[in-house]
């Protein structure tokens, strides 16, 4: 069974610091990591994904560092900004296979003016 | 182009009635899934649907649920005899190809009293 689990249910960050947010998972051969940000009353939006041949992806004020060794993947967001308040959700998806999203249970990250 | 669009945003059903969701995937998108999020929990997938066709319904309880993609309209997925434990919100999502990125919609909150 493939899971990918986040154990930090809520961060608080002060504005202009680093967030970072971490995930662990299982089993993984072939599988891609994505994270998603989520507001309320709306559906998630995607941010940043990494193959699990790499050891990082950077886009902007985003990067993710995938730990294989560890099984750890983690979200680095810097400067953080008060629209960064949201939940994030890790997932992953199988490189092949019916490409259906696994998702941890979420983080609820608050940036402090 | 419109995004994913669900409807409605929220829906209100007694236990025992039946709740019917509906999803109309991106322009030109012709694979949907459907994920439920309970209070407190990631989203976890339901079902996976191409057009006429049901590709995966792993996460589908066995009884009462259904979902269907027609040829022509939405995506409905149906809740037969709800009950309180179906209280969630409901989320779909398509994409364009098998490996495509997602786009959500902005899900529908049903509650059961």
């Known amino acids: 069974d493939q899971q990918v689990k986040q154990n930090s249910p809520s961060l608080s960050v002060q504005e202009g610091r680093i967030s970072i947010l971490n995930c662990d998972y299982t089993?993984?051969?072939?599988?891609?990591f994505l994270w998603y940000k989520k507001y309320p009353a709306e559906g998630p939006t995607f941010l940043i994904s990494?193959?699990?041949?790499?050891d990082k992806n950077e886009d902007g004020r985003f990067t993710v560092f995938l730990n294989k060794s560890a099984k750890h993947l983690s979200l680095h967001i810097v400067p953080s900004q008060p629209g960064d308040s949201a939940v994030y959700f890790c997932a992953r998806i199988s490189n092949f296979g019916n490409e259906k999203l696994t998702f941890g249970t979420g983080t609820r990250l608050t940036i402090i003016p | 182009n419109a995004g994913v669009m669900q409807n409605p945003r929220h829906l209100v059903r007694r236990r025992g009635q039946e709740a019917r969701l509906r999803c109309s995937p991106m322009k030109g998108h012709s694979h949907v899934y459907w994920y439920r999020q309970l209070p407190e929990e990631g989203l976890k997938f339901m079902v996976y649907l191409q057009k006429e066709n049901i590709i995966d319904e792993s996460g589908m309880p066995k009884e009462r649920f259904s979902a269907e993609f027609p040829k022509e309209g939405p995506s409905i997925l149906r809740i037969q005899q709800v009950v309180r434990g179906d209280s969630a919100a409901y989320f779909c999502a398509s994409t364009e190809t098998k490996a495509g990125g997602y786009t959500f919609g902005s899900g529908t909150r049903l509650t059961v009293v």
């Open positions: 089993n993984s051969m072939f599988d891609y």
């Open positions: 990494i193959s699990s041949i790499k």
